[in-house]
């Protein structure tokens, strides 16, 4: 199981090794959400998308769960599941997301 974290203060995502592995981000190369959506299957992209919109919205309960296709670089499809929590710091229209840690697993596809 790989591991990730983003602060949202700073935008700065941290994967775990295995979580790069799975999501196919070198040793040194900086993740970004921009570069995470490149990785997902175009099939895939728009749900993923909508579900971090929802976990990261204020006005909700920050929790983020789906699975999803990642296409590798090697042409290989990868299925990952991921799980994260959304903490937030303020009130009423001041209320914003601080901080998202979570998890994830991944399997090839067959």
């Known amino acids: 199981m790989g591991t990730f974290e983003h602060d949202h203060l700073t935008d700065v995502i941290k994967y775990s090794p295995l979580m790069r592995q799975m999501m196919d981000f070198g040793e040194e190369e900086e993740i970004t959400l921009q570069?995470?959506?490149?990785r997902i299957a175009d099939e895939d992209r728009e749900a993923v998308i909508a579900a971090i919109e929802k976990a990261h919205d204020p006005a909700g309960d920050g929790l983020f769960e789906?699975?999803?296709?990642?296409?590798?670089?090697?042409?290989?499809v990868r299925?990952?599941?991921k799980r994260?929590?959304?903490?937030?710091?303020?009130?009423?229209?001041?209320?914003?997301?601080?901080?998202t840690v979570g998890s994830g697993l991944g399997?090839?596809?067959a």
């Open 107 to 109: 399997r090839d596809s």
């Open 84 to 99: 994260s929590q959304t903490t937030f710091e303020g009130a009423g229209s001041g209320r914003r997301p601080v901080r």
């Open 79 to 81: 299925w990952i599941s």
């Open 35 to 38: 570069a995470i959506g490149q």
């Open 66 to 76: 789906i699975e999803y296709r990642v296409r590798r670089r090697d042409g290989r």
